[in-house]
């Protein structure tokens, strides 16, 4: 552990000792076996998305965005449950876990997880009352992880309900499908 000085404050060293404590035990999970790490993240990640629990989401999303030391497996591992909570939620959560999935670099991944979108996005379109949330958020995560063809063909067909989410008119997405 990294020493301090004796003449910081008794709360700055205490604080101090927890964040290196906390760092060495998330060190110590993220070098666990892909069974355990799945199955933690999924009991945190996957009721948080029917329970609608607001303040777990942004806590686990949160917590997998900052760690410096996820591997990309660990992120791979609640994939299906992030891109879930990138699509459905508003604001922090979503951004939050658009923000662990961009750790995924390699390309097949990223493409799987643009099959969810579209795969997600094609069921909410045949809702009677589609959430277009959902079509915002799809469109910021492709462009956030350079999926440029799977956007252009996300943007074509679903441009109606992304205006509605964003407030967008057609040359700002054809801007935003340009910047990926």
Request: hydrophobic share 40%; glycine share 2%; net charge negative.
């Amino acid at each position: 552990m990294i020493e301090f000085s004796k003449e910081h404050s008794k709360a700055w060293l205490e604080l101090m000792a927890a964040y290196q404590e906390f760092r060495a035990k998330v060190f110590y999970w993220a070098h666990e076996n892909d069974d355990v790490k799945y199955h933690d993240l999924y009991m945190e990640i996957s009721p948080s998305v029917k329970k609608r629990d607001l303040h777990k989401r942004l806590l686990t999303t949160d917590f997998l965005r900052s760690t410096d030391m996820w591997d990309e497996k660990a992120i791979l591992l609640a994939s299906g449950e992030l891109t879930e909570l990138a699509l459905r939620e508003e604001d922090e959560a979503a951004a939050y876990s658009r923000m662990a999935l961009k750790k995924i670099k390699h390309c097949p991944e990223r493409m799987n997880i643009a099959d969810q979108v579209f795969m997600l996005a094609s069921a909410e379109a045949r809702q009677e009352r589609p959430d277009c949330v959902i079509f915002y958020n799809g469109c910021m995560l492709l462009h956030d992880l350079g999926c440029k063809e799977q956007l252009e063909q996300f943007i074509q067909e679903y441009k109606r309900l992304i205006c509605l989410a964003s407030g967008l008119d057609e040359a700002d997405l054809c801007k935003l499908a340009e910047l990926t």
